[in-house]
């Protein structure tokens, strides 16, 4: 039997993803039409003897319940919201809830952070990983090297994939091999975080004793009981022929930002081509629009016959799209309406949003620059023939002007 726990974090994190995450949990942020952990939960259906998916995180109950109860349904799997009392760590909040996973005694124990992007290869690797015979298997992707920085980077050995050497984030360069956010263990992860925690305890008892404290302040900054997976469990047991690595050739990325939930979408959309081609729009018919490339739209939207749609676009729930329209890469937002002979592109439409007649909202498409696509909060009104260019507009402002490179607070 295999449990699988998706990682969510809560509301202290998440912050580069403002403004879009002011209206809903990030982990819910649609991408490719469907809430951002949808992608991580359906590739777990994948996995044989799945019995349960827990999500961990430490936002409020009620954030979740809709979602949880809808995609239980849906999957007929049972998919549960576990809320940590207070932020304990990635290794922390697993363990916090080990009662709950263990109740189903499964025999390994699928570990997922929920902002990655990714095809998931999770069947594959748990065979592998069942070859391996260790207590944990990671799955690892080449990066280049300039970027390795904002990852976990690691050293595995070419013929038995065993991890040999892990750090976090290092500031000089180790290795173009990173760390995906995505494991298999064997309930045997919970005494190695118990392990840590009780050195943790000593050492903070030890403190206590010889008043230690005031020349370590630095680690005073975390709680005893806060365990991170990668420093705390990964790093140490490195090398000791309990960690193994499996690649992935597939497609990997990470979701911290706006412009990456676009990329992602992009990725997304393409992958349903072959995994789930009935959710994207085919342009057949009519009275269809023009579509190009992968492309969702909800059911419930409305497009114009004479608007031509995509490559990259997810249009959400009753968004309207008026005639002669442009939409490029880009993600349209529940309730937004487009008008007449609007365009856009490289850009994030949020909720309830209105874009005027003949305006057009761009950006120039660098996912990973701070303004590479514009990104207009919950309920934005660009006014008619009003152009906005490389922008981040804040919730409820109205544009009656054209702007460029802007914040607009
Ligand atoms: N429940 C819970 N509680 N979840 C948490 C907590 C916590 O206290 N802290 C972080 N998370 C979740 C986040 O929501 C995310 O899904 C995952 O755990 C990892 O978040 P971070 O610990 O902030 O690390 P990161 O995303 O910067 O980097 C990690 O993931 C990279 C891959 O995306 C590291 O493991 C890197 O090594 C790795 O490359």
Not at 307 to 331: D, F
Request: hydrophobic letters at 40%.
């Amino acid at each position: 039997r295999v449990v699988a726990v998706i990682l969510v974090g809560g509301p202290t994190k998440g912050t580069r993803f403002r403004p879009l995450s002011l209206n809903v949990p990030k982990p819910l942020f649609p991408i490719a039409g469907q809430p951002m952990v949808h992608h991580p939960i359906s590739a777990c259906r994948r996995i044989p003897n799945l019995v349960q998916i827990y999500l961990v995180g430490f936002y409020e109950e009620r954030e979740f319940a809709l979602y949880v109860s809808s995609i239980s349904n849906e999957l007929r799997l049972p998919v549960r919201y576990l809320r940590e009392d207070k932020p304990r760590g990635s290794a922390g909040g697993l363990y916090s809830f080990r009662d709950y996973i263990m109740e189903d005694s499964p025999s390994h124990i699928v570990l997922l952070n929920c902002d990655v992007c990714s095809s998931f290869p999770l069947p594959d690797m748990l065979e592998a990983h069942k070859k391996y015979g260790g207590m944990g298997t990671l799955l690892v992707n080449k990066v280049s090297a300039e970027s390795a920085n904002q990852f976990g980077e690691l050293v595995a050995d070419p013929e038995t994939n065993e991890l040999l050497h892990y750090t976090e984030k290092p500031e000089t360069f180790v290795s173009d091999l990173i760390n995906c956010g995505v494991y298999i263990f064997t309930p045997n992860i919970f005494n190695a975080i118990e392990d840590v925690l009780q050195q943790k305890k000593d050492r903070a008892n030890l403190r206590r004793i010889s008043s230690f404290e005031a020349l370590h302040s630095a680690t005073k900054a975390l709680p005893a009981d806060y365990v991170r997976l990668d420093q705390d469990i990964l790093s140490p047991l490195a090398g000791k022929k309990e960690l193994y690595t499996y690649q992935t050739l597939d497609f990997w990325e990470q979701i911290k930002t706006p412009g990456m939930s676009l990329r992602c979408s992009g990725l997304y959309l393409s992958q349903f081509r072959h995994a789930s081609p009935h959710l994207l729009a085919s342009g057949d018919g009519k009275r269809s629009a023009t579509i190009i490339g992968d492309v969702y739209i909800h059911p419930s939207a409305k497009v114009h016959p004479t608007a031509k749609i995509g490559p990259n676009v997810s249009i959400s729930a009753n968004a309207r799209i008026g005639a002669g329209a442009r939409l490029i890469h880009c993600i349209i937002l529940d309730d937004v309406e487009i008008m007449e002979n609007a365009v856009v592109i490289h850009s994030i439409v949020g909720w309830k949003s209105t874009i005027g007649k003949w305006s057009r909202v761009q950006g120039e498409g660098d996912h990973n620059a701070k303004l590479g696509i514009t990104i207009l909060g919950e309920a934005v009104d660009v006014e008619d023939e009003v152009v906005v260019v490389n922008s981040i507009v804040l919730p409820n402002k109205t544009l009656n002007v054209s702007v460029q490179e802007e914040i607009i607070l």
